[in-house]
């Protein structure tokens, strides 16, 4: 009778389903591709951010170097601070800061949102710089104006106008993000022979370090001061170059200044292929407040949007 009933325990306990145990590697093919990382990249050109204080001893209204109030200037760090939180980006290339005193100010009001930033600070007084914010600590920066020495076609030597600032920062999946801030010379008492070897040797340096870098995100970004089919633009982007993130909008959605009543594109984010990601198509957009700036600028914005695929393991 006690074999019958232990029997009978036995196949009781057989009958019952165990609890299913779950495959982590179930419905996942070997070299298939995880879900892609979305990052977003940024570039605003502010317009004349200058400090509290005359550096060049020449800040008279009619003099290029102003200087803002105490008030006044804290209310324009607050007015960026609020446009740049607005894009949600993740890394943004950013012109016309004067000094360090600037940038701080912008990003003790990023605190909790983009809290690490860069300045390519050219040393001259009153200058007016490029900048780099990100919400990932800056790994490594590199500055390129007194590592380059440029030509122009008619054979003198120049240099960048401003900083080529490179920054490197982590994209949240782990992958490396290359962003290159520019801004190049501007046509108010003209220098396109600068212009045209400023994008050569910018292309140069890009694809140099994406070509070095097949695992990152290679990016530029910057007022480039020339529209698309200009000779530095193509120099930038011809042959293979470099590609134009807001090329595949229409023509009326890609100016970013207004210059005698028309529209045009100016500021530019530019990608350097590698196997990393790729531009979310139609991703790119401009940033207006009113028909002729934004934020206080006489800029518009500019951002788009790029996925990074990273192989499983």
């Given at each position: 009778?006690?074999?019958?009933?232990?029997a009978?325990?036995?196949?009781?306990?057989?009958?019952?389903?165990?609890p299913?145990?779950?495959d982590?590697?179930?419905?996942?093919?070997?070299?298939?591709?995880?879900?892609p990382?979305r990052l977003?990249v940024?570039t605003?050109?502010?317009?004349?951010?200058?400090?509290?204080?005359?550096?060049?001893?020449?800040?008279?209204?009619?003099?290029?170097?102003?200087?803002?109030?105490?008030?006044?200037?804290?209310?324009?760090?607050?007015?960026?601070a609020?446009?740049?939180?607005g894009?949600?980006?993740?890394?943004?290339?950013?012109?016309?800061?004067?000094?360090?005193?600037c940038l701080?100010?912008?990003?003790?009001r990023?605190?909790g949102?983009?809290?690490?930033?860069?300045?390519?600070?050219?040393?001259?007084?009153g200058?007016?710089?490029?900048?780099?914010?990100?919400?990932?600590?800056?790994?490594?920066?590199v500055?390129h104006?007194d590592?380059?020495?440029?030509?122009?076609?008619?054979?003198?030597?120049t240099?960048?106008?401003?900083?080529?600032l490179?920054?490197?920062v982590?994209?949240?999946?782990?992958?490396?993000?290359?962003?290159?801030?520019?801004?190049f010379?501007?046509?108010?008492?003209d220098?396109?022979?600068?212009?045209l070897?400023?994008?050569?040797?910018?292309?140069r340096?890009?694809?140099?370090?994406a070509?070095?870098?097949?695992?990152a995100?290679?990016?530029?970004?910057?007022?480039l001061?020339?529209?698309?089919?200009?000779?530095?633009?193509?120099?930038?982007?011809?042959?293979?170059?470099?590609?134009?993130?807001a090329?595949?909008?229409?023509?009326?959605?890609?100016?970013?200044y207004?210059?005698?009543?028309?529209?045009?594109?100016?500021?530019?984010?530019?990608?350097?292929a590698?196997?990393?990601g790729q531009v979310?198509?139609?991703?790119?957009?401009?940033?207006?407040?009113?028909?002729?700036?934004f934020?206080g600028?006489d800029?518009f914005?500019?951002?788009?949007?790029?996925?990074?695929?990273?192989?499983?393991?």
């Amino acid at each position: 009778m006690r074999s019958l009933l232990f029997a009978t325990a036995v196949l009781s306990l057989l009958a019952c389903e165990a609890p299913p145990v779950e495959d982590p590697d179930a419905g996942v093919d070997a070299g298939t591709e995880a879900p892609p990382t979305r990052l977003r990249v940024a570039t605003f050109n502010v317009k004349l951010f200058f400090d509290s204080i005359c550096q060049s001893g020449s800040c008279a209204a009619a003099d290029f170097e102003q200087v803002l109030a105490p008030a006044a200037f804290d209310a324009r760090a607050t007015q960026l601070a609020q446009a740049i939180s607005g894009f949600e980006a993740d890394v943004v290339a950013l012109q016309e800061f004067e000094d360090q005193a600037c940038l701080d100010a912008v990003t003790s009001r990023l605190a909790g949102v983009m809290p690490y930033g860069a300045l390519g600070e050219i040393g001259t007084a009153g200058s007016v710089d490029v900048a780099i914010l990100s919400k990932t600590p800056l790994e490594k920066v590199v500055g390129h104006r007194d590592l380059e020495r440029l030509v122009r076609p008619d054979g003198s030597r120049t240099n960048f106008s401003r900083e080529f600032l490179e920054a490197h920062v982590r994209a949240a999946d782990g992958t490396e993000v290359v962003l290159f801030a520019a801004h190049f010379r501007s046509k108010v008492m003209d220098d396109p022979g600068r212009r045209l070897a400023e994008a050569q040797v910018s292309r140069r340096i890009v694809m140099d370090t994406a070509a070095a870098l097949p695992g990152a995100l290679v990016v530029m970004a910057g007022d480039l001061n020339d529209t698309p089919g200009s000779p530095p633009m193509e120099a930038l982007t011809a042959n293979g170059g470099l590609l134009r993130v807001a090329a595949d909008l229409p023509v009326t959605e890609q100016s970013t200044y207004v210059w005698n009543g028309r529209g045009e594109a100016i500021d530019h984010i530019l990608q350097a292929a590698t196997p990393a990601g790729q531009v979310v198509p139609r991703s790119a957009r401009t940033w207006k407040d009113g028909s002729r700036g934004f934020a206080g600028s006489d800029h518009f914005a500019l951002t788009a949007d790029f996925e990074i695929a990273r192989p499983l393991p």
